[in-house]
């Protein structure tokens, strides 16, 4: 059976995707929203992270971004089943050691929920301003996802050796709840999906869409045959809007809508590529029909899946 998550609303509001009513929403909408992925099932619950957005590109992004440890750790308290994921930290930005401190004290704190989703970032003026390397902001991610691995294992005193960053001696408790976190490598370019296949325990993918999905999904496959990695892996796809039933309402020509049967055929073939994660969007014109369309979801369409 494919897992279904969701994005968060309010958390971020980029001009792609955030709806009219969350500009005036808050921490109140936010946690109705989560306690209702904990109630109807939802295998996870993501925030995503940017530390502050460039004037060039306010307009589309909004500088709308909550963090995404405050906002997972604040949740975690007010949940009890569903997951939580970073989708995606910019771990760049950050020295391994205090993002594996921020993480893992999450996990510990929500009894072993945590995801960690990972990505490069693209805002350069982000990367100057707090003297990290935009540049060679692929490198970097690569060696943080490896230090990240030993940082948020099981040893209270980890240790690296990479190019950029060595640590060893240097205690760090709370350790996480879980013994080996899991870390989903977002992005679609080739660099992000071979890091994916290597490093990860999952792939994020960024909208690809299904003619272009199954293809990353084979390449995968094929990098983790050649170097030998026979670990559990989970496949993601991020699937059109959704809106279960006649909308009464213009709800976009890409969003899919109609009877639950229909919607959960048609997420089906997410399944037959070999997906094993979908995140679903719900178009909506307030948090209570956010709600109710999150409901109508994981009573009449999910159990489909």
């Known amino acids: 059976m494919v897992v279904y998550g969701m994005?968060?609303?309010?958390?971020?509001?980029?001009?792609?995707?955030?709806?009219?009513?969350e500009a005036a929403a808050g921490p109140?909408?936010?946690?109705?929203?989560?306690?209702?992925?904990?109630?109807?099932?939802?295998?996870?619950?993501?925030c995503c992270d940017h530390v502050a957005i460039p004037r060039r590109l306010a307009a589309a992004m909004s500088t709308v971004w909550y963090d995404p440890v405050?906002?997972?750790?604040?949740?975690?308290?007010a949940t009890e089943r569903v997951r939580l994921l970073s989708h995606v930290a910019v771990v760049g930005l950050r020295h391994p050691l205090v993002t594996a401190k921020a993480y893992a004290t999450v996990d510990h704190l929500s009894g072993g929920r945590l995801v960690l989703g990972v990505g490069a970032g693209h805002v350069r003026?982000?990367?100057?301003?707090?003297?990290?390397?935009?540049?060679?902001?692929g490198g970097v991610l690569d060696e943080t996802v490896d230090a990240l691995r030993a940082a948020l294992?099981?040893?209270?005193?980890?240790?690296?050796?990479?190019e950029r960053f060595a640590f060893k001696d240097l205690g760090q408790r709370p350790r996480p709840a879980q013994e080996?976190?899991?870390?989903?490598?977002?992005?679609?370019?080739?660099?992000?999906?071979?890091?994916?296949?290597?490093?990860g325990d999952g792939w994020l993918p960024?909208?690809?869409?299904?003619?272009?999905?199954?293809?990353?999904?084979?390449r995968i496959r094929r990098l983790r045959e050649e170097a030998g990695l026979a670990e559990p892996f989970v496949f993601g796809a991020i699937a059109e809007p959704l809106y279960v039933g006649a909308p009464g309402w213009e709800v976009g020509r890409r969003t899919l809508s109609g009877a639950p049967e229909e919607l959960a055929a048609s997420l089906r073939e997410y399944g037959a590529m070999g997906v094993g994660q979908i995140q679903v969007r719900f178009r909506s014109r307030s948090r209570?029909?956010?709600?109710?369309?999150?409901?109508?979801?994981?009573?009449?369409?999910?159990?489909?899946?």
């Open 125 to 137: 003026e982000e990367f100057e301003a707090v003297g990290a390397d935009f540049e060679g902001r």
């Open 288 to 305: 209570t029909e956010l709600i109710e369309q999150m409901a109508a979801f994981a009573e009449e369409v999910a159990p489909h899946l």
């Open 28 to 46: 109140a909408d936010l946690l109705a929203v989560a306690r209702a992925a904990d109630a109807y099932g939802f295998g996870y619950v993501a």
């Open 7 to 21: 994005q968060l609303p309010v958390q971020s509001q980029s001009a792609i995707y955030a709806e009219s009513w």
């Open 153 to 162: 294992g099981p040893e209270e005193y980890p240790e690296h050796a990479g």
């Open 206 to 218: 960024q909208g690809d869409p299904r003619d272009v999905l199954a293809g990353r999904i084979g």
């Open 70 to 77: 405050a906002t997972l750790a604040f949740l975690a308290a």
């Open 180 to 199: 080996r976190v899991p870390v989903w490598v977002g992005g679609s370019s080739p660099a992000a999906v071979r890091r994916a296949a290597l490093r």
